[in-house]
């Protein structure tokens, strides 16, 4: 490791260890304002670079009530370029509202020239064909195959992905699933940037430190406690890929209603795409390996 490399690794750690929220006064979170992230060199890897070796088929119709848990296309809000993807791209739900442009090449089945943009919402899994077992394989609402394919009949066909950071309008969107005294369910969602969360932390009114959620599956995570009634909640995320935290004060309050969708107005910032540059085989080596879309 060069010392610039040094340099921005211990700033990260520096700015992931102060986070936002640096106490908790009488219950309530004091927020600070954080730097702006450096982004690794390794987060720059994940993004904007294609990546070949996968199929894709068509899926008549839209992924309500998908694996993610967000719902219809409407409640949702990911409209109705969705996606479900095959157990190594779904990567256990990290991947849940993920964004790619896909384009279908080699085939004379492929609509050439189109490069739509999908979200990931579920998870497409069969004891056969291209979802089965590692398959690297997608299943596409129709607004995503109408842009790369002939027609609905012609089967599976080649597809190349590009990971692409998410813009989102808004802010992260909270739902709660369940909530009692003892157990607080939620559905986060409308996630800017890698999408990716590598830790989700709750902040409980009355209890003086962060909490890991344990995250139940796709875009679901809960917390079990003594003491959840008539609380607020403050959330604190951490994107894998760019190890940026922000904190969302007060996000679910104790008035909540379970069902509504709850928006705020913390997000994650955009990263700048970078340049790719292709220096032939080595890269494309690297790009066919479906890793640099899963979260490790
Ligand atoms: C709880 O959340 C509500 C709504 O955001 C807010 O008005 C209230 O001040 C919060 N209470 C505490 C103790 O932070
Ligand atoms: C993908 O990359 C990982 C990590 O670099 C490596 O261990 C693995 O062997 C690669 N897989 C393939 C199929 O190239």
């Known amino acids: 490791m060069d010392t610039s490399l040094v340099a921005i690794a211990l700033l990260c750690s520096l700015l992931g260890a102060s986070g936002q929220v640096v106490g908790n006064v009488a219950g309530k979170p004091v927020v600070k304002k954080v730097t702006p992230i450096v982004i690794p060199p390794a987060a720059a ?27 219809s296309a409407q409640q949702s809000g990911y409209g109705v370029a969705t996606a479900s993807a095959s157990t190594p791209l779904y990567a256990a739900g990290l991947n849940c509202g993920a964004c790619f442009t896909m384009s279908c090449q080699g085939s004379q089945r492929c609509l050439p020239g ?12 069969a004891a056969t064909g291209p979802c089965s077992g590692n ?11 109408n842009g790369i ?26 739902k709660v699933l369940v909530g009692n005294p003892y157990y607080l369910e939620v559905l986060i969602s409308n ?31 809960s917390i079990s406690g003594t003491n959840l009634a008539n609380v607020n909640f403050s959330f604190r995320l951490t994107s894998g890929y760019y190890r940026e935290s922000i904190v969302i004060p007060n996000a679910i309050s104790g008035m ?6 709850l928006d705020t107005n913390v997000n994650f910032k955009l990263a700048a795409p970078r340049p790719v540059v292709l220096r032939g085989r080595k890269i494309m080596e690297e790009s066919t390996n479906a890793t640099l879309l899963i979260s490790e």
């Open 45 to 71: 890897k994940l993004f904007n670079r294609p990546a070949y070796g996968f199929t894709a088929s068509y899926y008549g119709g839209q992924t309500d009530g998908g694996s993610c848990g967000y719902g």
């Open 114 to 125: 189109n490069t739509p943009m999908l979200t990931v919402t579920n998870l497409c899994k």
């Open 135 to 145: 398959k690297r394989s997608w299943s596409l609402a129709p607004d995503v195959w």
């Open 149 to 174: 394919a002939v027609n609905p009949n012609v089967g599976v066909v080649p597809v190349r992905v590009t990971r692409v950071p998410c813009q989102r309008a808004g802010g992260v969107q909270f």
């Open 191 to 221: 996630v800017a940037g890698s999408v990716d969360l590598a830790k989700v932390e709750v902040l409980v009114q009355g209890v003086g430190y962060w909490q890991p959620m344990k995250h139940d599956y796709g875009a679901v995570y």
């Open 256 to 261: 909540y209603e379970p069902g509504v969708v």
